[in-house]
């Protein structure tokens, strides 16, 4: 289970819509607890998805584009997880939007998921947020579906 808040949902909404019909992404910060992951933050990024980082993906990916992929650079996940750290947080989660498409994870996104994070995803129908799904990796390294609770 992931818990997050109003707050959290609307930030993750609003910038999966002003950066629509891209795919946005963000980091999600928080800490484990015996109720499951409590989300403190949720930090959008900028999806620097292009050519270049295409390359650093198996297979040929470089026709893909920010519609229908998303890369968080590296040096901001670095820097994110020594600021959690800082602050006794850890890197939990990592969300992205669908434009177009359900809020079910795609083959790329299981194959470059990290077992251990929760993988919130955001349909965006017409540019307008809609369903939004946590998902998390199994011991076989298949997205199970993960519940999401709303807290205050």
């Known amino acids: 289970m992931i818990r997050l808040s109003q707050e959290h949902f609307q ?34 990024t900028e999806n620097v998805w292009n050519t270049e980082a295409a390359a ?5 990916r470089t026709t893909e584009s920010k519609r229908r ?3 968080i650079a590296p040096e901001i996940m ?5 600021q959690a750290r800082d602050r006794s947080l850890n890197i939990i ?3 992205h939007s669908h434009p177009d498409h359900p809020a ?14 929760s993988y ?5 129908q017409n540019g307008k947020a809609e369903e939004l799904r946590s998902w998390s990796l199994d011991d076989h390294h298949q997205f199970q579906a993960e519940v999401i609770e709303n807290i205050t």
């Open 11 to 44: 930030t993750i909404r609003t910038h999966a819509e002003s950066i629509y019909p891209d795919e946005c992404c963000g980091i999600i910060l928080g800490y484990l607890a015996s109720e499951g992951k409590i989300v403190v933050e949720v930090m959008p």
């Open 56 to 60: 650093e993906f198996p297979g040929d």
């Open 69 to 71: 992929q998303y890369t």
């Open 78 to 82: 670095l820097k994110t997880q020594k």
């Open 93 to 95: 989660g990592i969300f």
């Open 104 to 117: 079910i994870p795609s083959e790329c996104d299981r194959l470059y998921a990290w077992q251990g994070y």
């Open 120 to 124: 919130i995803i955001v349909s965006v």
